[in-house]
């Protein structure tokens, strides 16, 4: 079946770092790939995704780049802020059906 | 910005009690879903539900489990006798179509359900 694997957490970083969070695959056919934040005390939100190999998802400085060769899909961000600090999960839906399979999230703590 | 909410955020129950956690999608959304997360494991798919019924489950969705929409706005996760396993945050979601790619899940914040 489908899985996600991140990296261990949690990270640290503190302000203006560069952020890496690994994340990769195991699924058949073309899944999409997405990325959610949870900030404290609130729910999963959306930060980025992307339905095809090559396909880059961005959003609030964030990056991600669908490596199909790879079956990895890594988050990057150039300048991490206070703000950032939350718990990172990546997730995938696969080609048939509509459920998220999700990682095991990754908690972002970011020092000013 | 609409929102998905979820009532109660916390609730504590002795085990083998009935508890319904509750729910108000988006009013224009026409899929819903339940997911759980055990505390330190991952988010959990347990049900997918769309025209008044079941659409996908997973193996975790099994008869002490069901859901329902009883008056067109709530979405209700009822768990019939609870066991201590039972014990984790239920997030709520919601979306325009059953396939996230185009327009995204809509998460609520989630309920932390206490089985003791």
């Known amino acids: 079946g489908n899985s996600v694997t991140q990296m261990e957490g949690p990270v640290t970083l503190s302000e203006e770092a560069f952020l890496t969070i690994n994340c990769t695959y195991t699924?058949?056919?073309?899944?999409?790939l997405f990325w959610y934040v949870q900030y404290p005390g609130e729910g999963l939100q959306l930060l980025l995704k992307a339905t095809k190999a090559d396909d880059k998802g961005s959003n609030k400085g964030f990056e991600a780049t669908y490596r199909k060769e790879t079956t990895s899909f890594h988050l990057e961000k150039g300048s991490v802020q206070v703000s950032d600090s939350a718990v990172y999960f990546c997730a995938l839906m696969g080609t048939s059906g509509s459920r998220l399979t999700f990682g095991e999230g990754t908690q972002l703590t970011v020092n000013p | 910005e609409p929102e998905v909410t979820q009532t109660p955020s916390h609730q504590v129950t002795q085990m083998g009690q009935e508890v319904i956690l509750r729910c108000v999608p988006i009013s224009n959304h026409l899929y819903f879903y339940w997911y759980r997360q055990i505390l330190g494991q991952k988010v959990e798919f347990l049900v997918s539900f769309y025209n008044n019924e079941i659409s996908e489950k997973s193996e975790i969705f099994d008869d002490q489990f069901s859901v329902e929409r009883p008056d067109g706005s709530n979405f209700t996760l009822k768990i019939r006798s609870t066991k201590l396993e039972d014990s984790a945050m239920y997030f709520c979601?919601?979306?325009?179509?059953?396939?996230?790619?185009?327009?995204?899940?809509?998460f609520g914040s989630g309920t932390r359900l206490t089985v003791v």
């Open positions: 699924a058949t056919g073309y899944p999409s």
């Open positions: 979601a919601s979306s325009e179509e059953g396939g996230q790619a185009l327009y995204g899940y809509t």
